[in-house]
T-cell receptor, first 111, second 117 residues
Framework: GAGVSQSPSNKVTEKGKDVELRCDPI?????LYWYRQRLGQGLEFLIY????????KSGLPSDRFSAERTGESVSTLTIQRTQQEDSAVYLC?????????FGPGTRLTVL | AQSVTQLGSHVSVSEGALVLLRCNYS??????LFWYVQYPNQGLQLLLK??????LVKGINGFEAEFKKSETSFHLTKPSAHMSDAAEYFCAVSDRRSGGSNYKLTFGKGTLLTVNP
């Protein structure tokens, strides 16, 4: 079946602009995670959604970052007033029980 | 808090040689442990996972890993490297709290495996 998809695959933006990244999870997966992978680093947890429960936002690095998910469907990660340090690959994963399935990521470059 | 240490950011082996990628973790509760592989410009693919069953875990592509609680280690091995194994490998730990459903992963910084002909 279809895996996790993310769009766009690449995004180049200017410092100070807002960007929106999209994640389409695997159908039926109730949990969804966002991670950030900066160059030469492992992945950093950003946010977790589980059904209609309150999300775990403990990994969001600043109030410029926000994310939404309605039910068990698509999620969007929004970064406002982008900064150069936001340049990274943003990965989404959907999960069944304890196993996470990752999308291909969105490579964000902030000039 | 959990953490993962991968010793060696870059490992180079010859084709046919043993692959050993090291991972040590710290966790205040019994963990789930994972190895993921990432090929260039792709997402992460699960190689194998430890979830408290057998301590020797076999995964895809001939990889295996052994959970050693006394050493807090979960090293990844493959008896004979293939050119197609060249990729970046990430070890990760998640919190196995009973009753919870948030299995957010804490990752190591990754090990880039190069396979020489």
């Amino acid at each position: 079946g279809a895996g996790v998809s993310q769009s766009p695959s690449n995004k180049v933006t200017e410092k100070g602009k807002d960007v929106e990244l999209r994640c389409d999870p695997i159908s039926g997966h109730t949990a969804l995670y966002w991670y950030r992978q900066r160059l030469g680093q492992g992945l950093e947890f950003l946010i977790y959604f589980q059904g209609n429960s309150a999300p775990d936002k403990s990994g969001l690095p600043s109030d410029r970052f926000s994310a939404e998910r309605t039910g068990e469907s698509v999620s969007t990660l929004t970064i406002q007033r982008t900064q150069q340090e936001d340049s990274a690959v943003y990965l989404c994963a959907s999960s069944y029980q304890h196993e996470q399935f990752f999308g291909p990521g969105t490579r964000l470059t902030v000039l | 808090a959990q953490s993962v240490t991968q010793l060696g950011s870059h490992v180079s082996v010859s084709e046919g040689a043993l692959v050993l990628l090291r991972c040590n973790y710290s966790s205040s509760v019994p963990p789930y442990l994972f190895w993921y592989v990432q090929y260039p410009n792709q997402g992460l693919q699960l190689l194998l996972k430890y979830t408290s069953a057998a301590t020797l875990v076999k995964g895809i592509n001939g990889f295996e890993a052994e959970f050693k609680k006394s050493e807090t280690s979960f090293h990844l091995t493959k008896p004979s490297a293939h050119m197609s194994d060249a990729a970046e490998y990430f070890c990760a730990v998640s919190d196995r709290r009973s009753g919870g459903s948030n299995y957010k992963l804490t990752f190591g910084k990754g090990t880039l495996l190069t396979v020489n002909p």
